[in-house]
């Protein structure tokens, strides 16, 4: 199993940005092939892992056990970072960043790794705030994902009360306007509806996850209970905890063994 940095120019960022990539190295297929196709079988199921406000993409390497849950399950995770921008296109600024996590950065490392293409091979999770950015884009580019996971998700985007000011100045600087926000596709509930009504649209399956000591967990439930009205295919769990990484460590393993992958020997 490798851990790797890598840096590359982003065209929806406009600059050198930085990923970190699990990789079971001992079982790649490193043979200098040029061409990975949709019925090669020496490529890895990929999770797209995303992290909270205020972190970046090592969070999820230095704080939980990831890599070795990874590795046991023969799984490849990208881990990009959002910088605060809640995984959402800011064209103000130039930083499409859900353009960059729904298609940029899925089309890239396929090139650079060998990763599957397929949908159902492809996989996107988060917490807190990266748990809003893969409900959000797994919904919004549910061609790519197979599956969506999102774990404390920051889902009361539009409250803006009992929040630090730091975390009031992202929300408005990502969402802008509530009123207008919640009418757009940075809702998933409005993705949700638009999913429903196109005739080729077609769920991924989702799974969620929320601590009962954490101050989320009422948008959690309530989103919940927006899915299942809808029938999407939902995995919902509560157990102990607050927004911790303890919860988190516990609970991205719940993930894992929810999705389709090898189980761990």
């Not at 043979?31 to 999770?47: A, P, Y």
């Not at 429903?196 to 948008?219: H, V």
């Not at 905890?241 to 993930?255: L, N, P, Q, R, S």
Request: proline content about 5%; overall charge negative; hydrophobic content about 35%.
């Amino acid at each position: 199993m490798a851990l790797l940095e890598v840096n590359f120019m982003s065209r929806s960022l406009m600059r050198k940005v930085p990923i970190m990539v699990v990789l079971p190295m001992d079982k790649a297929n490193l043979s200098g092939k040029s061409e990975i196709t949709d019925n090669d079988n020496n490529t890895f199921k990929t999770l797209y892992l995303l992290h909270g406000i205020f972190g970046n993409y090592s969070d999820w390497v230095s704080e939980t056990r990831i890599q070795r849950l990874a590795e046991g399950r023969n799984l490849a995770v990208v881990m990009p970072s959002g910088e605060n921008s809640f995984y959402l296109d800011q064209p103000e600024s130039g930083n499409f960043y859900g353009e960059f996590i729904g298609r940029e950065l899925v089309n890239i490392t396929r090139k650079m790794f060998p990763l599957s293409r397929k949908k159902e091979d492809t996989f996107i999770a988060g917490l807190s705030m990266g748990g809003y950015g893969a409900i959000r884009n797994g919904l919004k580019y549910h061609e790519t994902f197979g599956c969506v996971a999102g774990l404390s998700s920051a889902l009361n985007f539009e409250q803006m009360l009992d929040e630090s000011y730091q975390v009031i100045a992202c929300k408005k600087s990502a969402f802008g306007d509530p009123k207008e926000a919640i009418l757009s596709d940075k809702n998933p509930k409005v993705l949700v509806k638009n999913i429903k009504e196109n005739p080729l649209g077609q769920f991924p399956k989702m799974y969620m996850a929320c601590g009962t000591e954490d101050n989320l967990i009422n948008s959690n439930r309530d989103f919940r209970d927006f899915l299942i009205e809808n029938n999407v295919d939902l995995t919902y769990e509560e157990g102990p905890g607050a927004h911790t990484w303890e919860f988190w460590d516990t609970y991205i393993e719940k993930v894992l063994d929810w999705l389709p992958l090898k189980k761990p020997s």
